[in-house]
């Protein structure tokens, strides 16, 4: 079952990064393809750490041998999760992203990028790169998010301390007409004027304390979750008399949630339903949803190395991990939730038999029914 899982990685594209990236240079055993065969296994068999990893997959032989694959020792995985750079694993997630696209055949005339971060703790051996936030050492997980997709799209890993507006500045791409929908740890008025440069509409919350000067105000259905709907401009100035660099009117739409909260929401859309922008931000959940799942089922909670490259590299293969968990269900059409589908699979993950099989079982025939007993045959030979 593993192999066939596999069989979704471009194996073509990986060895090109491998040489480009110098991976097996002067590598003996255990070479780049045996080592994302092995993190892979970890994160779809459910192993912790390097013990629980090499125990694993090494009984019986080696259960990666039935693949033509060398199972790991325990030093051989440390020493690669340190020193093979994970930048490799990372350029393979970015190669893989468009395959789960052309799966879905969606149709593209709206594309919606949702941005948040999660904060994973890591041991205090780490604390050496990683540093110390509110006194322990953690890690952010940047993440762009499609949520018609189902899938990320882009991931950054940062210390604790840093931004999120920070991390999005310096690195996240921005793509041209898209839809981004974010939170308030993205409050920036000229990172939003880069969006609007790039004509790309979004969603997010405005602070208590700032103020917006109304230019029209629209009506709203009674009764329903928008309360307030009107056009407005922000500030002209900010700190320290700087020019807000954001003049263009935007729009405020309040809305009361579920727990009788009250939100601001503020977008440079214009012309849309108001009941549509508050449905583009509920989206948002999407994101936070995708963090409970990964943390729960790929374990990327415990870390097989104490560098920030061994991290980062984990993180990568189990993001590589959930996308053929996807693009399983798609091949298969597999009506199961991923959850489900990653429950069979790690129970069965080196078993002989084909997936389909497993996860969408043919149906039972109906059992053939017993002929009739004659208590009293007749006999044929008498008239």
């Known amino acids: ?105 969606r149709e593209m005339h709206d594309v919606v990028r949702l941005i948040d971060s999660t904060q994973v703790n890591l041991g205090q051996r780490m604390a050496n790169w990683i540093g110390l936030h509110r006194g322990e050492p953690g890690a952010k997980i940047h993440m762009v998010y499609d949520p018609r997709a189902g899938q990320p799209v882009y991931f950054d890993l940062t210390s604790a301390k ?72 922000l500030p002209e100035r900010m700190a320290r008399s700087r020019r807000n660099p954001f003049p263009e009117a935007g729009r405020e739409i309040v809305i009361r949630i579920s727990t009788g909260r009250t939100l601001r929401l503020f977008t440079n859309d214009l012309d849309s339903p108001a009941e549509a922008i508050a449905d583009l931000y509920k989206e948002r959940w999407q994101i936070e949803l995708f963090f409970k799942w990964i943390k729960q089922n790929l374990r990327i909670s415990r870390f097989m190395g104490n560098s920030e490259n ?21 091949k298969h059409a597999i009506a199961h939730p991923a959850v489900i589908v990653l429950t069979v699979i790690r129970g069965q993950l080196f078993t002989r038999r084909p997936i389909p099989h497993l996860l969408n079982p043919p149906p039972r025939q109906p059992p053939k029914p017993h002929p009739q007993l004659q208590l009293f045959p007749s006999n044929p030979r008498k008239k």
């Open 310 to 330: 061994a991290v980062r590299l984990q993180i990568a293969t189990a993001l590589i991990a959930y996308i053929l968990v996807r693009l399983t269900q798609l």
């Open 162 to 233: 840093v931004n999120d507006i920070t991390a999005a500045k310096r690195g996240l791409p921005i793509e041209p007409g898209a839809t981004y929908v974010f939170d308030l740890g993205y409050y920036d008025f000229g990172w939003w004027a880069a969006l609007r440069d790039q004509s790309c509409r979004f969603v997010t919350r405005l602070k208590r304390n700032t103020p917006l000067r109304a230019v029209e105000q629209r009506t709203v259905a009674p009764g329903g979750t928008v309360l307030s709907d009107g056009t407005g401009r």
């Open 1 to 105: 079952m593993f192999d066939g899982l596999l069989q979704h990685i471009p194996w073509g594209s990986f060895d090109r990064l491998v040489a480009a990236y110098g991976a097996d240079q002067r590598v003996r055993s255990f070479d780049s393809r045996d080592h994302l065969i092995a993190m892979l296994g970890a994160a779809l068999g459910g192993l912790h750490g390097l013990r629980q990893t090499v125990a694993g997959l090494a009984p019986g032989g080696g259960p990666l041998r039935l693949i033509g694959r060398q199972p790991p020792r325990r030093s051989t995985l440390a020493e690669a999760n340190r020193n093979r750079d994970a930048g490799l694993f990372v350029e393979l997630l970015q190669t893989m992203l468009p395959a789960l696209y052309r799966s879905l055949r």
